[in-house]
Each structure stands twice: as C-alpha cells, then as structure tokens.
Nanobody, 113 residues
C-alpha cells in the first residue's frame, strides 16, 4: 500500500514564498503521474498541478506563473513551489497519485499579513 506524506505548510505573508514536499513510499514512484490539489474551507477540492514521470507539467489557471511543480524520482518526492502567494491560496494542500488513488494527509498553507 502506497503512502504519501506532505510537509512544508505554514503561515506566509502575501507576496511570500513556500515550498511544499510530498514524500512517497510503498510503490514505484518513478512510474506514476503525481498531482497537487488544494481545498479551502467551504470550497471544492481544486487541482493545482500535475507532473508526469519525465517531468512534463500542467497547472490550474489560478496558479499558472506562480506555482511550480517538480519531482525527484531518486528521492521519491514531488515538490510544489509557491511564489507571490495571496490570501486566496490559503488551503490545505494534498498530493495524489491519480492512477493509484493514493492521498496524503495534507499540509495547511495560510496566507495572511
């Protein structure tokens, strides 16, 4: 059974930056697409970023140009770099292996002065 653990969330000021990490175990990480989602209170879970094994990426419209997804297949980790954040980025961020439906427990990002 696969396992995903997200870390790196916290409180950040508007305009600031943050790096989220998602460490994978229990499955062949290098062979699978990975995704980051986020969910704010009272809102639907939103796809933020997608990356395939070679590193090709796609982004949600609300984060294009500000967030960057990357992966290290040796470390079995996927990253999400958030820059120029704003209060609308406040949410719990989850990583996901779509083909296997593995989810992490999430990490909270709060953007506030």
């Amino acid at each position: 059974q696969g396992h995903l653990v997200e870390i790196g969330g916290g409180l950040v000021q508007p305009g600031g930056s943050l790096r989220l990490s998602c460490a994978a175990s229990g499955f062949r990480f290098s062979g699978y697409d990975m995704e980051w989602y986020r969910q704010a209170p009272g809102k639907e879970r939103e796809l933020v970023a997608h990356i395939n094994p070679p590193g090709n990426t796609k982004y949600g419209d609300s984060v294009k140009g500000r967030f960057t997804v990357s992966r290290d297949n040796v470390k079995k980790t996927v990253y999400l770099d958030l820059i120029n954040v704003n209060p609308e980025d406040t949410a719990t961020y989850f990583c996901n292996t779509p083909a296997l439906n593995f989810w992490g427990q999430g990490t909270q990002v709060t953007v506030s002065p």
